[in-house]
């Protein structure tokens, strides 16, 4: 571990903090900041409107669940697919591995723009693309396996020393049996940091829950606060743009944020107390 | 209502939409429908369009077997991009109320909207009798047929802030027109130390239809293109005088290059700067004392022609039916019950935009424009606005006009003469034969 | 790394490919394909006719003065970028990477722009940034100097996205260089102290070399992320002031959805594609040659 000066450290973590709360801080308080004095530090007082102006517009509750749904739809199917891939990718040789990994690379540097007119083509001629519970199939399978988290299973696997595999197989282990008992267990933070980079592209998409849902009662919670916030003509929320557009958007990262807070003590543990010795 | 959202409207509207949300049922299907009945969909713009539509859509519902639903499409540029989408996924519903002219010669060429023409044999008649006859020929697509019902216009016009002016000991009650006239008020103004315009410079291709666009339409009095839509029309004195005049604004400052807003946060609706270029849908944005202290005037004309009427940008919106609809004669209905007399009269009055329509002043009488006195100039304009060029470039086109914009005017990078000719020779190329 | 592989268990290994494999034929490798065919096309997105064009889209891309612009503005994106992220990432990683009290708050904080929504963070930091009334600006007035033209000027603009992205993705960077610091052997930090270095040489001696790998990672991923910039300057810039922020996913968006040209989009995407594989395989086999 590097020790470094206490005071090296706080000061770079705070300076640091400080640029990072700070639009958050922002956004919160311009949210409840009266019409008119929007883009002030401090608020001569409260003024709730945009919230309530918000919850009146869109039917929340729904926009949540379909938000819910879509995300863990998306991270189940990354986790599931993208640890058996990146553990035949890491720990087993078949031949066209090496194609194999090359061609998940290569999804990734795909633009999404690229592949969305086909998709949506793709998903409108399957029935998927009306509002209905076929929703939730056009929402989640065109981004259902994460490459990203498919690259980090396998460094994670990769880095797990030869010598358990190699007591597994002596002792005449499968290779189901393997990864079940032995590199899952193992790779715990690689679940985590997984499902932290996959969770983040469904709860945030925009564009492609806009295109494939128009339907206020299907639609994820992050289309919802978009079009709310796009309202270019618009006098949403009485005549106060920024009020309305950072009440959505603190409406947006509340959920993930308390998220990320009660899931970061198993999250910490598994990075920091946790993590494999090289 | 989202505009006058007084306290108890509020409750109500959130008490129904909580009721709605939470219930079991969801899918929009409106209210009392028998179950498996077709529901016909109407896309919308967000915000208060959507919900003036909306309240249209209740009404119809009440009186009719077939029940329609509306739905929000995101306000601004957004929701053009994903109409093409969603035609070429054959995901479009019946109707689509807020098409814009710059896309209307695709859609009418991509067999993605009904021809309107050959479906309703009324359909040219109603047009006729709801616009007139010119506005039936100016939208008649290159087949000759109709593909699109123009519905709204909002004359681009300059609102002033009178009691600015006053302060920079300008008349408030008579604003400029000619170039020379705008120049020295907004050097005035600036000499007050008061910020004389406030107009976006964001690249995106629909800002210039609120800026240099209507002040070329108004020299040149004709489109960026030749009658056939074949070749460039504005490499000409008017197209140079007009982003010269612009080139001047920004070179002395009086419009900062600066990203300023558009409606609610725009310098002019919180009294911060003199003069606005916007539509009659700026006025509910207004707020406070601005919405006291405006005028408006005529966008800035060369001073050679100083005289007779000044025409600007119309920016006309359309109603189309897609051809994916499931119940064509309903959605033909169903859009000229949207554009009735009445219910045109009550989007004026709701909207603060203008409908279509020839007999408008009379259906909502004189005691409203007293009312509404800013309204007046808006609607005595539409007798001579011009919309965009009904080219299946012309987002293209504007796109090129609008980086000639941002080199020539608003960083005065190369001279407006020699930035035209390059954005007419890319043009030329682009809807050449 | 320990010695010879051994290869008693691969029959059947790829089984465990095969979920991938079908997830890839059907969203990935098919639309794929659709987007080619397009782009040998004059495939307008809505037009009726749509003429075989061959290699036409392509040859006029490599002609087109606003791709190659899109392009350099990518590098000098990733000139900012890069740097930016790896000086940042890695002073909060080494200054995260210990017990201390606060160490949680710290971690959300750093974490909370990842896990915000792209538009919401585009579209406050567009406020921010503005020239006349952002916050920023006004700050600097306060402290006596004068505003900066953050998003309205040619030279400035595609840096400010660069630092807004940085800023946006730092967290999670933070935490594959926390994850990369767990896999430094604690016995050569210890000999390093035994021999008396101080902490800025174990620094450079001993944890920077150790992060090498996550070095690479986080590299490689920024550098897609880069090619990618997409939301900021839609929502910021519009790609303007004269282009300045015109990024290639941009302008194959604004081809494809508003100028409905889905042909030229889709060979945008392509090439697009194909030089960050370029990138970023030059850029391993760079990392790799200085790490083995």
């Known amino acids: 571990m590097t020790r470094i ?40 007082s409260l003024d709730f409107s945009t919230w309530t102006f918000i919850f009146a517009e869109l039917p929340i509750s729904w926009n949540l669940l379909n938000s819910v749904v879509y995300t863990l739809g998306v991270v189940a199917i990354t ?75 396998r460094q994670f696997f990769r880095g797990l020393p030869q010598e358990l595999f190699d007591a597994a197989y002596l002792d005449g282990a499968g290779n189901l049996r393997i990864l079940w008992k032995i590199a899952i267990p193992l790779t715990r933070p690689a679940f985590l ?25 299907w639609q994820p919670l992050s289309v919802a606060v978009g079009i709310l916030g796009s309202g270019a003509h618009a006098t949403a929320g009485g005549g106060n743009y920024w009020g309305t557009v950072t009440a959505a958007s603190t409406l947006l990262a509340v959920p993930v944020i308390v998220l990320f807070v009660a899931f970061q003590r198993y999250f910490v543990r598994g990075v920091i107390e946790d993590g494999i010795k090289g | 209502m989202w505009i006058n959202r007084k306290s108890v409207a509020a409750v109500a509207v959130a008490g129904s939409l909580t009721i709605a949300g939470c219930s079991a049922e969801r899918g929009g299907a409106p209210a009392g429908q028998p179950a498996g009945a077709q529901t016909l969909t109407i896309w919308a713009p967000a915000g208060t369009e959507g919900d003036f539509v909306r309240k249209v859509v209740e009404k119809w519902n009440a009186g009719h077997e077939t029940k329609f639903v509306a739905q929000d499409l995101p306000a601004a540029t957004a929701s053009e991009d994903g ?26 060429e991509s067999g993605g909207v009904l021809n309107l023409s050959k479906e309703f044999p009324d359909a040219e008649s109603f047009v006729t009798q709801r616009s007139g006859q010119a506005i039936l020929d100016n939208y008649r697509a290159a087949d000759g047929s109709l593909y699109v019902v123009p519905w709204r216009t909002n004359p681009v016009m300059v609102f002033h802030n009178k009691a600015l002016l006053k302060k920079a000991g300008l008349d408030a009650e008579k604003p400029p027109a000619t170039y020379s006239e705008y120049l020295a008020a907004f050097k005035a103004l600036k000499v007050a130390g008061i910020a004389p315009i406030a107009q976006s410079i964001d690249q995106t291709w629909w800002h210039r239809n609120f800026d240099w666009y209507p002040t070329y339409l108004a020299a040149a009095k004709h489109g960026l293109l030749s009658e056939k839509v074949d070749a460039s029309a504005f490499n000409e004195q008017a197209g140079v005088e007009s982003m010269t005049f612009w080139r001047e604004v920004f070179a002395k400052g009086y419009n900062a290059r600066s990203s300023a807003g558009l409606d609610d946060t725009n310098p002019f609706n919180q009294g911060k700067s003199a003069f606005y270029f916007s539509g009659p849908w700026n006025i509910p944005s207004m707020t406070g004392p601005v919405a006291k202290q405006a005028g408006v005037g005529t966008v800035p004309v060369p001073d050679a022609k100083a005289t007779g009427p000044v025409t600007t940008y119309g920016d006309i919106k359309h109603v189309v039916i897609f051809a994916t609809a499931k119940n064509k004669s309903a959605s033909w209905e169903f859009v000229k019950f949207y554009l009735n007399a009445e219910n045109d009269a009550a989007f004026l009055s709701e909207m603060k935009q203008i409908p279509l329509r020839t007999t408008l002043a009379d259906d909502v009488g004189e005691a409203f424009f007293k009312d509404n006195p800013l309204l007046v100039p808006f609607v005595e304009q539409t007798g001579s606005v011009l919309d965009l060029d009904l080219s299946t470039k012309t987002i293209d086109v504007l796109t090129t006009l609008s980086t000639a914009y941002q080199s020539a005017a608003i960083y005065g990078r190369q001279p407006v003469a020699e930035a035209l000719k390059q954005a007419a020779d890319q043009v030329d190329q682009l809807v050449g034969k | ?31 794929l394909g659709f987007a080619i065919y397009m782009s040998l096309h004059e495939w307008g997105l809505i037009s009726a006719e749509r003429p075989w064009v061959g290699p036409g889209n392509f040859l006029t891309l490599f002609r087109d003065p606003l791709f190659l612009t899109s392009l350099a503005n990518t590098l000098l994106y990733l000139a900012v970028n890069l740097p930016l992220t790896l000086v940042c990432g890695i002073a909060l990683a080494v200054a995260l990477n210990a017990s201390f009290p606060g160490r949680a708050f710290f971690r959300t904080v750093y974490f909370l722009p990842y896990v915000t929504s792209t538009v919401v963070v585009a579209l406050l930091w567009k406020w921010m940034l503005s020239t006349d009334d952002g916050i920023l600006n006004g700050f600097l007035r306060t402290l006596g100097f004068d505003g900066l033209p953050w998003l309205t000027s040619t030279w400035l603009a595609m840096p400010s996205i660069a630092v807004v992205v940085a800023w946006k993705s730092l967290g999670f960077y933070v935490l594959l260089f926390l994850g990369g610091l767990q896999t430094i052997p604690r016995s050569l930090e210890e000999a390093a102290v035994t021999d008396g270095a101080t902490w800025w040489q174990r620094f450079l001696h001993v944890t920077l070399p150790g992060l090498r790998p996550a070095i690479a990672l986080v590299i490689a991923l920024s550098t897609i992320t880069g090619f990618q910039v997409f939301a900021e300057p839609y929502l910021m810039t519009g790609g303007g002031p004269l282009n300045s922020t015109m990024t290639p996913v941009l302008y194959l968006y604004q081809k494809g959805f508003q100028s409905l040209d889905f042909g030229y989009a889709a060979a945008i995407g392509i090439v697009v594609a194909l030089v960050v594989v370029a990138v970023v395989l030059l850029q391993r086999r760079f990392l790799e040659e200085r790490t083995t």
């Open chain 1, 5 to 44: 000066p206490r005071i090296v450290r706080y000061t770079i973590l705070t300076l640091g903090g400080l640029i990072f709360l700070f639009p958050f801080y922002f956004m919160i308080i311009t949210s409840v900041s009266p019409p008119g004095s929007t883009g002030s530090l401090v608020p001569p």
């Open chain 1, 79 to 153: 986790l599931a697919i993208g640890s058996i891939t990146g553990y035949a990718l890491a720990r087993l040789s078949f031949r066209g591995r090496d194609t194999l990994f090359a061609v998940i690379l290569f999804t990734l540097a795909l633009p999404f723009q690229l592949l969305m007119v086909p998709l949506f083509i793709m998903v409108s001629d399957w029935g998927w693309a009306r509002p209905g519970p076929e929703t939730y199939l056009a929402l989640i399978f065109p981004m259902a396996v994460n490459a990203t988290a498919i690259i980090i299973f």
């Open chain 1, 193 to 217: 940091i997984a499902t932290l980079i996959t969770f983040i592209g469904p709860w945030n998409d925009f564009l492609w829950g806009l295109l494939v849902v128009r339907d206020t009662y």
């Open chain 2, 83 to 108: 109409i093409a989408a969603a035609v070429a996924a054959k995901s479009t519903p019946e109707l689509f109320i807020g098409a814009s002219t710059a896309q209307s010669p695709s859609l009418a």
């Open chain 3, 1 to 31: 790394m320990g010695g010879k592989r051994h290869k008693p268990h691969n029959r059947g290994s790829w089984l465990y490919t095969l979920p991938y494999a079908i997830f890839f034929l059907t969203f990935v490798a098919y639309p």
